[in-house]
């Protein structure tokens, strides 16, 4: 576990996708493929081919096409799911089957209506068969995050001695804080036999918006592997999002983790999943949403047109995004608006654009933001007077 690298592992199209309304064909899969590979992505999870004829078809697609990136195959931990899913990842140049099976009480008893110790036969039967026709099986604990420690211990174990070359701690509801979900990963780390065998990873749902904490905690911990998705989509609150863990990472060397990600071409791949989902990103998003670098209060206007570093931890070309926006509202104050109104050539010197600024009041408190066409109008009739 000394190397710092992260494994990125993509699954967009499995999880995100299973957002409601946001289905997609094989051929806006394979492009979305290419796209995430070109990104840098080390896994890419394809989709669950025993699902349905069409998700078989795009994972087999993905898998012609991608030659870099390891593609992987989600099933059940069912005889025909791996049967189902080995045919499909067949052309793969490095194929994955990701199998699994609930592992917390709620789920035992609940889902599966048995026992702990038959969850463990059926995982181990699953992995072994899964490594009957791949070389890198991954098993996933579902419910993970709920599961009591010591059985999950004992499941871990028994995959890895299977053959498992992955193992997968889904916070499947979303329910861990940071230092649970980092305390499970370091018990597996002290306390599974031979768990330098196998690739720890993260897999957290944002069901208490803490994914993205809760993986970096996890990676922290000893994980080398982090479950994510673009945009953060997936089932309900979604997944961890691949640009929150990718930037994260960036923005601290002193984790002593780094991925593979192009950080570049975040702000393209996202608007190109949101416009293939027809899936909108919120404003506010970390990294890629339309206000990520938007300005807007008087006071961190004035530090930001000062120094850019004073409200931005991240440039905006670092994540390939357009510039910085000041956007002016009834908050921003006079270097914001002496700032726009040069922008739009106008050099006002600092009693005019004193003067201006009560009159700008007044329309930005009628207005929500004040657009070029108004600052024109406020522009000319100060002109004219002159
Ligand atoms: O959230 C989850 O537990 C999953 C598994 C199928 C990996 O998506
Ligand atoms: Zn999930």
Not at 289 to 312: P, R, V
Not at 347 to 354: A, G, I, P, S
């Amino acid at each position: 576990m000394s190397d710092g690298k992260i494994h990125i592992f993509d699954t967009t199209l499995r999880d995100g996708e299973q957002v409601p309304g946001c289905k997609l064909n094989t051929e806006e899969k394979v492009k979305l493929a290419v796209e995430l590979e070109h990104l840098g992505v080390d896994i890419l999870e394809a989709g669950f081919p025993v699902s349905s004829p069409g998700d078989f078809e795009s994972v087999n697609q993905i898998a012609k096409t991608l030659k870099r990136t390891t593609v992987c195959g989600l099933t059940r931990a069912v005889e025909n799911d791996i049967r189902v899913a080995a045919e499909a990842l067949k052309p793969a140049v490095l194929p994955r089957i990701h199998t699994g099976i609930g592992s917390s009480d709620n789920h035992i008893k609940y889902k599966f209506n048995t026992t702990r110790e038959n969850i463990i036969e059926r995982a181990v039967a699953a992995t072994k068969l899964a490594r009957n026709f791949v070389p890198d099986v991954e098993f996933y604990a579902e419910d993970a995050g709920r599961a009591d420690l010591t059985f999950l211990a004992q499941l871990i174990e028994a995959v890895i001695a299977a053959g498992a070359t992955v193992v997968n701690i889904p916070d499947t509801t979303g329910f861990c804080l940071p230092h649970q979900y980092a305390e499970k990963i370091s018990y597996l780390v002290n306390n599974v036999k031979n768990i330098d065998k196998a690739i720890i990873s993260c897999h957290c749902h944002n069901d208490l918006g803490l994914a993205t904490a809760n993986s970096i905690a996890g990676a922290i911990a000893g994980a080398r592997q982090i479950e994510c998705t673009i945009n953060g989509i997936g089932e309900r609150a979604g997944n961890t999002s691949l640009e929150e863990v990718v930037m994260t990472i960036q923005k601290h060397p002193e984790l002593n983790l780094y991925t593979g990600v192009n950080a570049k071409e975040l702000t393209r791949i996202s608007r190109l999943v949101s416009e293939t989902m027809r899936m909108m990103v919120q404003p506010n998003k970390a990294i890629v949403g339309d206000n990520a670098f938007s300005h807007s209060s008087g006071i961190h206007q004035d530090g930001f047109l000062k120094e850019a570093t004073t409200y931005e931890i991240i440039a905006p070309e670092e994540v390939g995004a357009d510039t910085s926006k000041i956007v002016l509202t009834a908050r921003s104050g006079r270097s914001a608006l002496a700032f726009r109104f040069k922008k739009l050539g106008y050099d006002f010197t600092r009693d005019e654009v004193d003067a201006l600024y009560q009159q700008f009041l007044q329309v930005a408190d009628a207005k929500k933001e004040v657009a070029d066409e108004d600052l024109k109008v406020l522009a000319e009739a100060v002109a004219s007077i002159a």
